[in-house]
């Protein structure tokens, strides 16, 4: 029996053979500013440990793991036996943690590392493209489900706001899957681990209704652009971006959103 706080999202991994394939997929080097969210009881954190912190120690790069963990008795346990080995640990809220101040200390990009806590996993995601300019890639195991919803095609199933919500940050490679067996305790469905290439600039230009216009466009599946956006659009203005307004949202691709967003801005 493991020891886990549900509402933490605590499902710990323990499958070796997984957990060398996620260090491999992120290849730590030692001038990386890895920052691990939710280390838990450390099993990835160990082998990043020493790709990082000791291979800068060698090397004389100037490498750093940096982790938050909220659950103070892991922190607790962190302390006595990894903060020893040169892991920065910062206790507290992963959604409140300052990464730009941080990226600040480092004087580098982050590379985020995480199998997150599946409760907070989107707030997490957005919270951190707040501030895309600090970051340089995040490598993340989530809910199968989310994995295929962040890097869905338009049309596909999996296809909707959090997919286009990010698109015009991150470059996402859905890398491999995880089945249940390799957690303690066990979680119910299968997870997937994804990385996310931060862009130096948005892959369109944004404008500041994009948000709220996606929002809108996938407020209701099946809709057609004509009815989902008549608050903000007509179907003159609609075609007038080049898409069709009888078009249903998850067909259309994210720099279409960003045409539209555009749009409502010039009406
Ligand atoms: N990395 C460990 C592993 O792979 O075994 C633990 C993963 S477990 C799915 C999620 C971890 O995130 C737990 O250690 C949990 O306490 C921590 N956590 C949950 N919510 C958090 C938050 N808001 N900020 C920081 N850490 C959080």
Redesign the pocket.
Same mark, same amino acid.
């Not at 990226?103 to 590379?111: I, V």
């Not at 919500?165 to 996402?172: D, E, N, S, Y």
């Not at 948005?202 to 994009?210: G, I, Q």
């Not at 004509?226 to 898409?243: E, K, P, T, V």
């Given at each position: 029996m493991v020891f886990a706080?549900k509402r $933490? #999202?605590?499902? $710990?991994? @323990?499958d070796a053979g997984v957990i060398a394939h996620i260090v491999e997929a992120i290849d730590p080097r030692a001038d990386d500013a890895l920052v691990? +969210? /939710?280390? &838990? @009881? /450390?099993? *990835?954190?160990r082998p990043l440990l020493d790709a990082v912190v000791t291979a800068a120690a060698d090397s004389r790069a100037s490498g750093s793991l940096d982790a938050?963990? +909220?659950?103070r008795d *892991?922190a607790a346990e962190l302390r006595a036996t990894l903060v020893p080995r040169g892991l920065v640990l910062h206790e &507290?809220?992963? *959604?409140r $943690?300052d990464f730009a101040a941080l990226a600040a200390t480092r004087g580098r990009k982050l590379r985020v590392v #995480?199998? *997150?806590?599946?409760?907070?996993s989107t707030p997490?995601l957005f919270h951190l493209l707040t501030t895309p300019s600090v970051l340089q890639d995040l490598h993340i195991?989530l809910q199968r489900e989310v994995i295929e919803r962040i890097c869905a095609a338009p049309g596909s199933d999996a296809y909707g706001r959090l997919t286009v919500m990010l698109a015009p940050w991150v470059a996402t490679e859905h890398l491999f899957d995880v089945g249940p067996g390799a $957690?303690r305790p066990a979680p119910k469905v299968w997870s997937a681990v994804a990385r996310l290439t931060v862009r130096t600039e948005p892959a369109f230009t944004l404008a500041p209704t994009y948000a709220a216009v996606v929002a809108a466009a996938f407020s209701q599946r099946r809709k057609t652009l004509r009815n989902a956006l008549r608050s903000w659009l007509d179907a003159d203005a609609i075609s007038a971006c080049g898409i069709d307004p009888g078009a249903r949202p998850e067909t259309l691709a994210p720099a279409e959103f960003g045409r539209l967003a555009a749009a409502v801005v010039n009406v």
């Amino acid at each position: 029996m493991v020891f886990a706080r549900k509402r $933490f #999202g605590q499902n $710990f991994l @323990h499958d070796a053979g997984v957990i060398a394939h996620i260090v491999e997929a992120i290849d730590p080097r030692a001038d990386d500013a890895l920052v691990e +969210i /939710g280390p &838990g @009881h /450390g099993v *990835l954190t160990r082998p990043l440990l020493d790709a990082v912190v000791t291979a800068a120690a060698d090397s004389r790069a100037s490498g750093s793991l940096d982790a938050v963990e +909220i659950d103070r008795d *892991l922190a607790a346990e962190l302390r006595a036996t990894l903060v020893p080995r040169g892991l920065v640990l910062h206790e &507290g809220d992963a *959604l409140r $943690f300052d990464f730009a101040a941080l990226a600040a200390t480092r004087g580098r990009k982050l590379r985020v590392v #995480g199998n *997150l806590p599946y409760n907070v996993s989107t707030p997490l995601l957005f919270h951190l493209l707040t501030t895309p300019s600090v970051l340089q890639d995040l490598h993340i195991m989530l809910q199968r489900e989310v994995i295929e919803r962040i890097c869905a095609a338009p049309g596909s199933d999996a296809y909707g706001r959090l997919t286009v919500m990010l698109a015009p940050w991150v470059a996402t490679e859905h890398l491999f899957d995880v089945g249940p067996g390799a $957690f303690r305790p066990a979680p119910k469905v299968w997870s997937a681990v994804a990385r996310l290439t931060v862009r130096t600039e948005p892959a369109f230009t944004l404008a500041p209704t994009y948000a709220a216009v996606v929002a809108a466009a996938f407020s209701q599946r099946r809709k057609t652009l004509r009815n989902a956006l008549r608050s903000w659009l007509d179907a003159d203005a609609i075609s007038a971006c080049g898409i069709d307004p009888g078009a249903r949202p998850e067909t259309l691709a994210p720099a279409e959103f960003g045409r539209l967003a555009a749009a409502v801005v010039n009406v």
